[in-house]
């Protein structure tokens, strides 16, 4: 069924030289994990002593976002996790847990053949939390909702630019201290309730499941050491998570040579980050400027409105940039909030040559399944970045995998913006039938659905822009095409 998206509706309101810059700020939060990624409380926590830092992961050269996501609610998925040059042990990783929690959703919701997957989703979004010297230390939050219970499961993962090597969590406590580090968090946990002795101590006996279970802990701004259990690993499951808050004074003298420099870097952060890496270049952002506002007459002409979702992704967004240069073909851009943060140079590129550039939550989640506080830290967190990349704050929003309803459109005034032909790039990675998909299907006046985070998508551009331009269309922006009809 074709959905039809220009009638028009306005709806209530609603971020390596190796360069780091590292800002002191809160994550609003003593817990594991936000809507949006961030640190985030949760059933279990206690006040922490100190917020997280906040890293600008634009300042970190040749950083690329690895992104993946469906835009359908038969298969709701997004998935992301950086790679950052020298790192590749911890790319490796992040790559090999993500894969696998992804294989295990798409197998048991999009492949189960029932096509029911209401309120069922898997969200993996990551968090910087330390780029300084030779160290980096990421925080990958995982949101599944095709099981029982909240979903959350979060884990951070370390790597050692001095050694060259990846490191687990556990690896910041020094091996001679961890009996001792134990015992102090089964202090703290005492008295808490739901919280299980006995599971605690057949969990975290053995070595390989210390690992296994301590495997979320980070630094504050104080220096103190955070450490977070996931829901059923130490306590009655309908306790939720467990956090455990340790001061600077008390975890220094047990951690290791890495873990005091992990300490030291998020404590007093080095101006720049050196893992190690041999050569890191970042692809050029293209400099392409629109010879001025839009003319074209969608009453007069046959008009499409091509929208990429998920960007902006190097070096995939600047090469779709020169694509539709060539042609003076105008786009809209729907960005998540993430990539906006570790790429705004593309996303003032995206304006400067003519194109809109929309908002597309932080991190990608199924909006309809937030409460109205989420749902608007999303919108208004995303629609930040966008303005502080450009200038200029977003109109329109795309919600992810087009699910909305009416707590969705009180959270904001931006209006939505749906699709008429759905290309289902994210399920066929393959250039010509994303190209052959858009000729075929595509009618005046329709907007076209894509994903700029995708080579093979990127690539089918030039294809449609050639055919479809012969057969006299014109490419404009979903504003524009609004406007003019």
């Known amino acids: 069924m074709r959905t039809r998206t220009l009638l ?44 997280v830092r906040s890293v600008d992961p634009s300042k970190i050269k040749g950083l690329q976002i690895v992104s993946d996501s469906s835009e359908q609610s038969s298969c709701p998925f997004a998935t992301s996790y950086p790679d950052v040059p020298g790192a590749e042990a911890m790319t490796a990783a992040m790559k090999k847990d993500v894969e696998e929690r992804l294989a295990g959703f798409r197998s048991g919701v999009c492949e189960d053949g029932s096509g029911d997957a209401e309120g069922r989703e898997l969200n993996i979004s990551h968090y910087f939390l330390v780029a300084s010297g030779d160290v980096l230390g990421v925080r990958l939050s995982t949101q599944d909702h095709s099981g029982t219970g909240s979903g959350l499961s979060t884990r951070t993962y370390w790597y050692d630019g001095k050694a060259g090597a990846y490191r687990t969590a556990l690896g910041l406590v020094a091996e001679g201290s961890r009996d001792a580090f134990v015992a102090a968090l089964k202090d703290q946990l005492k008295g808490r309730e739901g919280f299980d002795a006995a599971l605690f101590d057949d969990t975290l006996s053995a070595p390989d499941s210390r690992t296994a279970l301590m495997d979320d802990m980070v630094f504050t701004a104080d220096g103190g050491l955070r450490v977070t259990f996931d829901r059923g690993e130490v306590g009655v499951p309908p306790a939720g998570t467990y956090v455990v808050s340790l001061s600077k004074e008390t975890i220094t003298p047990w951690l290791s040579g890495f873990g005091k420099r992990v300490q030291r870097q998020t404590v007093t952060p080095s101006r720049s980050i050196d893992l190690g ?6 692809p050029a952002v293209p400099t392409h400027t629109a010879s001025g506002d839009d003319d074209t007459d969608c009453k007069q002409v046959k008009c499409l409105a091509l929208t990429f979702d998920d960007g902006p992704a190097a070096p995939e967004t600047g090469t779709l940039l020169t694509y539709l240069a ?81 707590q969705v459109k009180a959270a904001t005034t931006l209006s939505p913006v749906m699709w008429d032909v759905d290309t289902e790039d994210w399920k066929y990675r393959d250039a010509a039938k994303v190209a052959q998909t858009v000729i075929d299907k595509a009618q005046r006046s329709d907007v076209v659905l894509m994903h ?23 490419f404009v922006t979903v504003s524009h095409l609004r406007a003019t009809l």
């Open 326 to 406: 060539q042609y003076k073909a105008r786009a809209t851009f729907f960005t998540t909030g993430q990539n906006v943060a570790a790429h705004p140079d593309l996303v003032r590129a995206e304006t400067k040559a003519g194109h809109e550039v929309g908002n597309h939550s932080w991190n990608h989640p199924d909006l309809t399944n937030l409460t109205p506080e989420q749902i608007a830290s999303q919108l208004n967190r995303t629609s930040d970045a966008i303005k502080a990349a450009t200038g200029k704050a977003p109109t329109l929003f795309r919600p992810p995998y087009g699910a909305i309803n009416a």
């Open 8 to 51: 028009p509706s306005l709806l209530l309101l609603g971020a390596l030289s190796f360069t780091a810059a590292c800002s002191s700020g809160s994550d609003g939060s003593s817990g594991t994990g936000s809507a949006d990624g961030r640190p985030g409380s949760t059933p279990g926590s206690t006040p922490g002593p100190s917020p």
């Open 452 to 474: 700029d985070i995708h080579s093979t998508s990127v690539a089918a551009v030039p294809q449609i822009l050639r055919t479809l331009t012969a057969q006299g269309y014109h």
């Open 277 to 282: 890496a041999a050569d890191v270049s970042e």
